[in-house]
């Protein structure tokens, strides 16, 4: 393979001569061979944003050539276009602050730029260091990137997709909402309810979820771009912070603000582990949606089987004809893996030190594959399995027939022991609860037949 020689403080080291990386994203390369996790490409998109608003507020603080600014920036926006993704190989497992990831950027951005100035016949040479990096540190610039990265997939991905899953949803609780079956408490048995009702409880699920999603995120908009270093700012201008974050803003849409107190905002990730937990918090409720999903539909004969879903693939290499409720193991295997990037961002995030926490990739690479795997899972689910949700309506009105629990009904009037007599004779004896009624002698048929109405049973009494 054909190399130059690049140099950096250390000395010389060998490089592709057909990439654009420099001496510290191949000494990187070399000296962590540990893992297949490459740095997420959301967080290089972050990057080079970041890059680009660093220019432009450099520029309109007469701190960088205006020629090397504009280099730059077409540099950055190549690399927001996807032009240059194989040019960031670095793997999440370096240095816990990041830099060599910050390095990898700052070498593409350079050498590109310099390509771009040659071209123009400009003799002028931009520095990874220098230029590209200028007012910065890995120290401001790696913790911004990760919440621009974390906004954008919480936004752009989890809310989109849960959003859709909850219009699904409300779709099902409208056209179930007549269809009255047995609750289910414990496991077992309990008064009735109808399918759409059920669904509401799932629906409005979401519907919280999306709403503490949406609201932590607001705390990821605080960035700490212009703390440099240690967060005291030191080499940049004091506005720097603030201009390079209203260029972030007017680029992304979004509205972020350089953090109050930098100091925080290098050494803490309190933001992202408040909004990773609501994204935990989402994975909880999904877990409980795709296990009610599978326990309703569980059967076909020998299980509770009131709800028909989707036949995707076969279910078994042996059993002929099975059909398993894969979309729904698929969505509890996610849970499980956002519940245990929870723990490693908790436990990441309680390890700053002094002026820095050096967990940096980890807690970002556990971020995006949460986000990542939960926008992919409730899109997978809604359209592989609930959209074609539909109602077994004659398993479910035999289940409700033969629930004892109708006998709450039975409660305002006779009074829960001589109503729970009744249930334990219907049970012991296999009879209806009408048969151990009128057998006890408590109720006429009448009586019976006026007070539990299951229609009646699903809304509170005045």
């Known amino acids: 393979m054909d190399s130059r020689i690049e140099k950096d403080t250390l000395g010389e080291i060998r490089v592709p001569a057909d990439r654009l990386w420099g001496a510290q994203t191949q000494r990187s390369l070399e000296n962590f061979r540990i893992g297949t996790e490459r740095m997420p490409l959301e967080v290089i998109r972050a990057f080079a944003i970041l890059k680009k608003s660093a220019a432009l507020a450099n520029r309109r603080l007469g701190r960088l050539d205006p020629e090397k600014a504009e280099a730059i920036i077409r540099a950055a926006e190549e690399i927001m276009e996807g032009r240059w993704d194989n040019e960031f190989p670095l793997v999440v497992w370096q240095t816990g602050s990041g830099t060599q990831s910050n390095m990898n950027v700052n070498e593409v951005i350079a050498r590109r730029a310099n390509e771009l100035l040659g071209a123009k016949g400009l003799d002028l040479r931009v520095h990874p260091n220098d230029d590209v990096n200028r007012s910065q540190s890995s120290n401001d610039t790696f913790p911004t990137a990760m919440h621009i990265a974390a906004v954008a997939m919480t936004e752009d991905r989890v809310l989109p997709a849960l959003e859709r899953l909850k219009q699904t949803l409300a779709g099902k609780m409208e056209a179930f909402r007549d269809i009255i079956k047995t609750g289910r408490t414990h496991l077992q048995d309990a008064t009735p309810l109808t399918l759409g009702q059920e669904i509401s409880g799932w629906h409005g699920m979401l519907e919280k979820s999306g709403a503490m999603i949406a609201q932590s995120v607001q705390h990821l908009k605080e960035l700490a771009i212009g703390g440099t270093a240690v967060g005291t700012g030191i080499n940049a201008h004091p506005d720097f912070g603030k201009l390079a974050a209203e260029e972030i803003s007017r680029m992304t849409g979004r509205t ?7 100091f925080h905002a290098l050494t803490s990730h309190d933001e992202i582990v408040y909004a990773h937990g609501a994204l935990k918090a989402l994975a909880a409720d999904l877990m409980k949606i795709a296990n009610d999903v599978r326990w309703l539909a569980s059967g076909p004969r020998s299980g509770i089987g009131e709800i028909r879903i989707p036949a995707n693939e076969p279910g078994s290499s042996i059993m002929p004809g099975k059909v398993n409720p894969t979309q729904s193991e698929a969505v509890t295997m996610v849970a499980v893996q956002v519940m245990g990037n929870d723990a490693a961002i ?3 995030a309680s390890q700053g030190n002094f002026e820095l926490n050096v967990f940096k990739p980890v807690i970002l690479h ?5 986000a990542r795997l939960l926008a992919d899972a409730m899109d997978s689910f809604n359209v592989n399995c ?7 309506r004659e398993t479910i009105r035999r289940n409700l027939q033969r629930s004892l629990m109708l006998v709450t ?3 305002p009037h006779i009074g829960y022991e001589n109503a729970a007599k009744i249930a334990k004779l219907a049970h012991s004896r296999d009879l209806t609860l009408k048969e151990a009624a009128l057998e006890t002698g408590l109720l006429t048929e009448e009586e019976f037949d006026r007070w539990v109405r299951p229609e009646e049973m699903i809304h509170p009494q005045a």
């Open 256 to 262: 972020f603000v350089s953090a109050p107190n930098k």
């Open 386 to 392: 609930v959209a074609g949700i539909e109602a077994n």
């Open 409 to 411: 009904a039975l409660n």
């Open 346 to 348: 908790g436990f990441a």
């Open 366 to 370: 556990n971020f995006i594959q949460s």
